[in-house]
């Protein structure tokens, strides 16, 4: 229960709402390497996630992995816009260790959201909040030298340095692998 006390935040969402909406969810064990999505298919779930670490991607137009996020334990692991626009993805969503989620189907969001007025307004709270973040990451993209990124990623999401392979690291600051080994190197002898 701690995980969607994590999650579902709002005010609106009593604790009789808080059970109705947990046992919406189906508990799910993953492994290292699992796509829950890939390019192409249509999301029919979101992932409530317990544990582990997972990441979505892209492929760029040379067939390279870009890594566009990591989601972490309380997180949701989500391709929105083919969630809810019921269109094929260009993104994948991959675990990067093994751990727990808890799959949400849209079906039962969609009537969860309809009959609950508290799941309404987080819903539509969690899409601002993950809208501004996007907004935030695109400017720090443009705005932020490549170890001021890093820095951020060190200071907000310090499991992902631990966890994930270089590549996805260096891909995600939108930098280079040996650009991110010296960065690495840079901070470690300040």
Known sequence: MEVFQTIY?????????????AAAHQKISFSRHH?????????????VMESGLART???DSDGNEMTTGF???????????SLFQRTPTV?????????VAWKMEYDTFQQLFHDIEGVREW???WMISQWFDLKRRT????????????????????EVLRL?????????????????SRIRREVTNS
């Open 9 to 21: 935040q709002h005010h609106l969402l009593t604790e009789s709402d808080l059970v109705t909406v």
């Open 164 to 180: 994930a392979p270089l590549k996805q690291i260096a891909s995600y600051l939108g930098i280079t692998d040996s650009s991110l």
């Open 71 to 81: 989601i972490r334990e309380g997180e949701i692991l989500i391709e929105a816009a």
């Open 139 to 158: 400017n720090a993209m443009i705005t932020n030298s490549a170890k001021d990124r890093y820095l951020a990623l060190m200071k907000e999401n310090p």
């Open 91 to 99: 993104e994948y969503l991959q675990t990067l260790t093994d751990g």
């Open 123 to 125: 819903g539509r709270n």
């Open 57 to 59: 991607y892209v492929m």
């Open 35 to 47: 796509h829950f999505l890939e390019a192409g298919q249509i999301a029919h779930n979101y992932y």
